[in-house]
C-alpha cells in the first residue's frame, strides 16, 4: 500500500536522490502536471485502486516528508507503445518526442529490474498543484481545509 498523510494518499516522484529532488521542483513549480505509473507494479502489487478524477493527494518530497498537495485532473491508462504525446509533455521532463520519452521510462523502469513491453499498462495520471504550503491541518496559506 501506499503510505497515507492525514487521510490523503501519499506518494514521491522519480527514484530516490537527484530523480527526485529534480521532479518534485517541476511540480513545486508547476511545470510537470503528469506523472506515469505501472499499473501492476504502482496498483495492484501495491492493492491500490486507481486515482479518481478530484482525489487530492500528497506529495512527499526528497526527503519523504510533505510537500505539496496535487488534485487529479485526468486518468488514462495505455500501453506503454501508445501512451500519447500529450500526456508525455505534459510531463513536463523536457521530452523533445514520445520516442524520447518512451527511452528515458524505459531506461528507468528497466534499471529497476523491470520487463517492460510495448503491452505494459502504463497509468497516466494528470494533477493540478493545489498546496505547497502545508500545515498541521494541511490548509493553505489561508489555513482552509483541503481534505
Known sequence: MWPRVAGL?????????????????????GTKTATAGLFVRDYQNEDEALETIGERQ??????????AVVEIT?????AFAKV?????????EGFTSIA????????HWTSQML???????????WFKLVATEIFGNFGTKSNQPIV
Open 9 to 29: 494518499r501519499a506518494f514521491a516522484f522519480g527514484s530516490p536522490g537527484e530523480m527526485r529532488e529534480r521532479l518534485t521542483a517541476l511540480v513545486l513549480t
Open 58 to 67: 500528497v506529495v512527499l518530497g526528497p526527503t519523504e516528508t510533505p510537500v
Open 74 to 78: 485526468r486518468l488514462e491508462c495505455h
Open 84 to 92: 500519447p504525446w500529450e500526456f508525455a509533455n505534459a510531463e513536463g
Open 100 to 107: 524520447h520519452w518512451q527511452q528515458a521510462h524505459l531506461d
Open 115 to 125: 520487463e517492460i513491453s510495448d503491452d505494459t499498462i502504463v497509468v497516466c495520471v
